[in-house]
């Protein structure tokens, strides 16, 4: 499923492509031919994204409501002048073409999980549903926290949950947990604020440049040597999709989590009953520690009476 950087992606090409221009709206396969109809020969005002969620905003105050799912797809078409768009072909739900100084340009969107005709009120009840989008000037990090605070499943469920958090998807859910230490069943709840706070800030940085950058990387260049200019797919993720840690060179753990695959080292990211252990065998030799000098202070108090 496209990750949210791309849908902003989207969002910003097609206002480029169409904003403020008059479009031609169909929909080969049928299943919008009537919203489409409504649609055809306005003008296509502006477009937004908001988390995994795309939407055209018509002059008629109404917009399209896009979201891909795990196969939609939209492909585009630059035109020539003079030329027209290939003919769609017949899976295509909604196409959008559009003449301009440049040629114009044609978009095909095919196996959607949703395009819909919505007014302005039903856009807002989809976004209301959403958590904070880090890609956008206006997320407020603090509703993601609370949100957190109230769950005690594990942190890996609730950074896919779009009421927590909009846009994140299993890369980046995979990569921001290895880069800060989480195992994926570490409970939400459980994850502390300087740590949310370095996380929301890591998300903000690799979502907004995979917009500019139209993929997603988030090794660090400096590690592997390799610029973010000539680095591989295989290159670009420190646990997602890799059989061993970048960092450590420990299997990495695959496994299922409600449905989707989960990645983690657990040396780098012990799950939560090993760190705890960890932490227990810490305080305990902390402890043996701190009465082996406590002792013989006391037996030098004593001798000293």
Known sequence: MPE?????RLARDHA???????????SPQGRFAAAAAQLDAHTLVATDAFGKHLFHRYDDGRSVHIHLGLFGKV???????GVAAPAPRDTVRYRVEAAGSDGGHAIDLVGATACELLDEAEVDAIIARLGPDPIREDADPERAWA???????????ALMDQSVLAGVGNVYRAEVLFVHGLHPDVPARDVDRATWDAMWATLV?????????????????????????????????????QDHCRRCGTAIRRYDLA?????????????PGRAASRSTASRSTASRSTASTAAPARRRGASHA
């Not at 949210?4 to 902003?8: R, S």
């Not at 480029?16 to 169909?26: D, I």
């Not at 492909?75 to 002048?81: D, P, S």
């Open 205 to 241: 940085e690799w979502l907004r440049r995979g917009v500019k950058e139209r993929r997603i990387i988030t090794v660090d260049p400096k590690e592997i040597g390799v610029p973010r200019s000539r680095m591989r797919r295989a290159d670009a993720t420190y646990a997602y999709h």
């Open 259 to 271: 449905g989707r695959w989960a990645y983690a080292c657990e040396s780098c990211q012990p799950p």
């Open 75 to 81: 492909f585009h078409h630059a035109l020539e002048h």
């Open 4 to 8: 949210g950087h791309t849908i902003h």
């Open 16 to 26: 480029g492509w169409f904003a403020g221009r008059e479009v031609r709206v169909s």
């Open 147 to 157: 949100a957190l605070q109230r769950r005690s499943v594990g942190i890996g469920r």
